[in-house]
């Protein structure tokens, strides 16, 4: 198999020119080429205003491989491809008693447990909230009725946090056993579309995510794994050893296992006090802390893609922005949702927090992303490891006061936030918020080091995207959940708890992961890990 990298051609390009550029780009016959697969697809927008290009990163076969790849020796854009493929590292034997729980069924704990039940170690899930259909309608009904379900909602149920958002499918870690590419050969394989293999910003979106997370919870059973709803664990059994022994449910039930894999969302602040209580090693990290801000989508496309935005080739466009502010703080753009809506994403009664979604088309009015500003437990919120849990209640709080407690959320315009005056009336950006945005002054939702370095970064990122700061842009407030407060401290090499044998923190609530991409492929490397001990003790006692 041979890898071309970088080859450019036309956004317009007819489907066979893609072809005939490989064949002019290697001087082969097109008898010669016998297969071709898009293993990327970017564009290249430097040049908005006269060119946009495709990107293609390209796997073939072709006849005599050694003699091609001898004719480009020299030639860093022609290589031999990696092998992208996932093995597994273990297979459970037929007689192994214990089965491993995995607390918790987000994108951490889905790969986590699909992992290991196609290893054959039968996993159980346990599962807080509801499956994705029930748990939809739960959700709706705080959007529609202001009515929230502590326990159903866009925090807690199946397919996590990243269930209700933009579904993107991207992230940043370094993976050299591409363990991405595992977790995006599964969606695909459970009904999303075959696009996001080689998109450069792959996303699926709410609605067509929850049909693929049910699809892939089959499996898991099918293989002998068990996945139990409405299954709150409330306390773990720990040895005076430190070894983890089992878990006791809200119920009083209790499940004995010395695997459990904690793969917690970033909002089980309960389950994060009751193992600080435990005596599991727990600590603060930093998070950050800001607002939702909305712009209509056709200003963001305008900016970032000049004649061609609206093409069909390349959707919504996006945006990622930072800045530095005079106080030290760093202001970023945080989880951009083209073409989306902000969304209440409260867990918790009299909380309010913002969140944002798109679906699979982008097509909504508004872009909107969280315009954060990094804060650090030593300098924001010192006092202890659960110190950033107490601060984001306390926020959150006030955020629901200053909607008027019915879970509104408190706005404010651009133009009247930079000017430190309070908003009467909207523009002509209607937010997409429900229940409802009450307008006000939004200084008083957060610490006055993050109002001062918003304010000061809006002006800034308006000169990078034209329009950015404009007066009716309306900011929704309060974006606190942006990371995990926390992070449930695990040894690099066995990932296991330092202090707690056989427990395993994963994903974005033990403070390894942001997003879907990157909890997925946490929760692989996880079910490896986990795995291979299991296999380990099993061969200690025979």
């Known amino acids: 198999m041979i890898r071309i990298t970088e080859l450019a051609l036309p956004l317009d390009h007819p489907e066979h020119a893609l072809r005939a550029a490989i064949l002019d780009r290697l001087a082969i016959d097109d008898a010669d080429l016998v297969n071709v697969t898009v293993f990327k697809r970017s564009y290249d ?147 999303a579309p075959d696009e996001i293999l080689f998109v450069s910003k792959p996303h699926i979106g709410t609605f067509r995510l929850t049909g693929v997370v049910s699809t892939m919870r089959e499996e898991i059973k099918q293989l002998g794994g068990d996945v139990r709803f409405e299954s709150k664990v409330s306390d773990i059994l720990r040895a005076d050893n430190g070894q983890i022994e089992g878990v006791v449910l809200d119920n009083g039930e209790v499940l004995h296992s010395r695997h459990v894999v904690l793969a917690l969302g970033h909002s089980a602040r309960d389950t994060f006090r009751m193992l600080h209580r435990q005596g599991v090693y727990v600590e603060a990290k930093p998070f950050a802390v800001g607002f939702r801000i909305e712009h209509p989508q056709s200003l963001i496309d305008k900016a970032r893609l000049g004649k061609y935005a609206g093409h069909p080739e390349l959707g919504a466009a996006d945006y990622k922005l930072v800045y530095h502010a005079q106080n030290g703080r760093a202001v970023y753009s945080f989880c951009m949702c083209p073409g989306g809506t902000v969304v209440a994403a409260t867990s918790e009664p009299e909380r309010v927090v913002t969140n944002g979604m798109s679906q699979y088309s982008r097509n909504e009015r508004n872009a909107n992303a969280g315009i954060v500003v990094g804060i650090h437990p030593e300098q924001d919120f010192p006092g202890g490891p659960l110190a950033g849990v107490e601060l984001q209640e306390a926020l959150e709080s006030t955020a629901y006061v200053l909607g008027g407690s019915d879970y509104c959320a408190p706005g404010q315009l651009v133009g009247d936030f930079i000017r430190g005056q309070p908003s009467k009336d909207f523009g002509e950006v209607v937010p997409s918020y429900k229940p409802g945005v009450k307008l006000g002054d939004l200084h008083q939702a957060l610490p006055d080091y993050v109002i001062e370095a918003i304010r000061e970064a809006l002006p800034a990122f308006g000169k990078q995207i034209r329009g950015f700061d404009r007066d009716d842009a309306i900011l929704t407030g309060i974006e606190t959940r942006t990371s995990s407060p926390i992070r449930i401290k695990r040894d690099n090499h066995s990932l296991q708890s330092i202090n707690t044998a056989g427990l395993y923190p994963a994903g974005e609530g033990a403070g390894y992961a942001g997003g879907i991409l990157s909890a997925g492929v946490d929760g692989i490397k996880i079910a490896e890990a986990v795995a291979l001990d299991m296999l380990a003790q099993y061969e200690q006692r025979s």
Request: proline share 6%; glycine share 8%.
């Open 45 to 191: 927008a430097r040049k908005k205003n006269s060119e946009i290009k495709f990107v293609y990163i390209i796997d073939l076969e072709v006849r005599d491989e050694a003699k091609v790849l001898q004719r480009f020796a020299n030639d860093t854009h022609v290589r031999p491809a990696p092998d992208t493929r996932y093995y597994p590292v273990a297979q459970a034997p037929a007689d192994l008693n214990e089965r491993p729980i995995v607390i918790g069924f987000g994108p951490c704990g889905l790969f986590a447990a699909l992992t290991l039940a196609q290893m054959g170690f039968k996993p159980i899930v346990l599962e807080r909230g509801k499956e994705v259909r029930q748990r939809t309608k739960d959700t709706w009904a705080l959007w529609r009725k202001k009515q929230l379900s502590p326990e159903s909602n866009v925090q807690y149920g199946e397919g996590g946090a990243g269930l209700f958002s933009d579904g993107k499918l991207y992230s940043q870690i370094k993976d050299p056993k591409f363990y991405g590419r595992k977790v995006m050969a599964e969606f695909v394989k459970a009904g």
